[in-house]
């Protein structure tokens, strides 16, 4: 494996993370990319550095980001971003990974891109169902906040600086666990 490889399979790993907490802001991210030569994608994935696909996913992020400041329209969002996120999150793993054999890069990308793309949403909804039933929806758009930051930063990094984005991606994930343990019913004794 070289190390094109590696830092290709970061990048694809620090976008999943990303789709996580927004489905549109990542793939816009690597699109704007794509379309000034920043990063390379795979040949079947050129199409998202176009420029209609640039637009597209522009326009989607900006309706994606404003639509999670209305409660209530933030919860129905989260419902249908779960699977969203994990299909987005696979198709960005698989459209950076360079080098390996369609099996691996295929396999890699469901289960480390989608994987770790729905295990963030999901525990992300979790987290807005709870601040919407303890504050009826009022803190709603810090969680947004929190969320379209955390995607905006760990996008960047993983476009400039995949290996800091992977090692923000495990930090994202322990916290995320944290959160989900605290979430979670406890079993009744």
Do not use: C, H
């Not at 079947?44 to 329209?73: H, R």
């Not at 955390?150 to 800091?164: G, K, M, N």
């Not at 343990?181 to 004794?189: A, G």
Request: overall charge neutral.
């Amino acid at each position: 494996m070289t190390s094109d490889t590696i830092i290709s399979i970061f990048l694809g790993i620090g976008l999943a993370a990303s789709v996580g907490f927004r489905v549109f802001l990542p793939l816009f991210a690597l699109s704007l990319a794509s379309y000034f030569n920043i990063w390379e994608l795979n040949e079947n994935w050129v199409w998202v550095g176009s420029l209609t696909a640039v637009v597209t996913l522009g326009v989607a992020t900006v309706v994606e980001i404003f639509a999670y400041f209305i409660p209530w329209v933030d919860n129905i969002l989260d419902s249908m971003a779960i699977p969203l996120a994990a299909i987005a999150g696979t198709a960005v793993m698989v459209s950076t990974i360079a080098d390996l054999d369609p099996v691996v890069a295929w396999s890699l990308a469901i289960i480390a891109g989608g994987g770790t793309a729905t295990a963030i949403k999901g525990a992300g909804a979790t987290s807005r169902l709870a601040s919407t039933a303890s504050t009826g929806g009022l803190a709603n758009p810090i969680v947004s906040t929190v969320e379209t930051g955390t995607a905006l930063v760990v996008s960047t990094a993983s476009i400039f600086a995949p290996i800091v984005a992977a090692i923000l991606v495990i930090i994202i994930l322990i916290i995320v666990f944290r959160i989900y343990r605290k979430l979670r019913p406890r079993p009744k004794t």
